[in-house]
């Protein structure tokens, strides 16, 4: 029974011993753990701090690429009203449909020239009315 105790106590002892062994290692293991993480926190924090400079940048390079198409657009708008109003400038002198207008009545058999305009020209040419075309069509 004694020697059973004895027994018993040593392999308790030993156990602990083992289970210390354990705990140390598992200590040990856990600030390895703990300093792998931290150095990926480390590394994840310089990431982050990258990753705010550089949505920084494109924040400011959008802004001015917005501005910069604004400033586009608003002349292109510029450039597209002053055209409007040159081709009604232009549509309002018409001056090829008018020509064509006096050249029509003209084959029509009627005088265009100041001396005779809008009367009949009877089936004859006439100098006058030529002459006036000419001046309107160079
Ligand atoms: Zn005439």
New binding site residues.
Partial sequence: MQKKQVQWTELNIEVMYVKDRNFLDTVMEFEQQLESLQGQFHALKEFVALMMEEHQTLQQENFHLRQRLDEIHVAEEEALKQSEMNAKKVSRIDIGEGYDNLARL?QEGF???H???G?S?KGED?????S?LNKQNG
């Avoid at 006439?126 to 030529?130: G, I, N, R, V, Y």
């Fill in positions: 003209y005088h265009v020239c001396v005779h305009f009367s020209r006439c100098l006058f009315c030529l006036f």
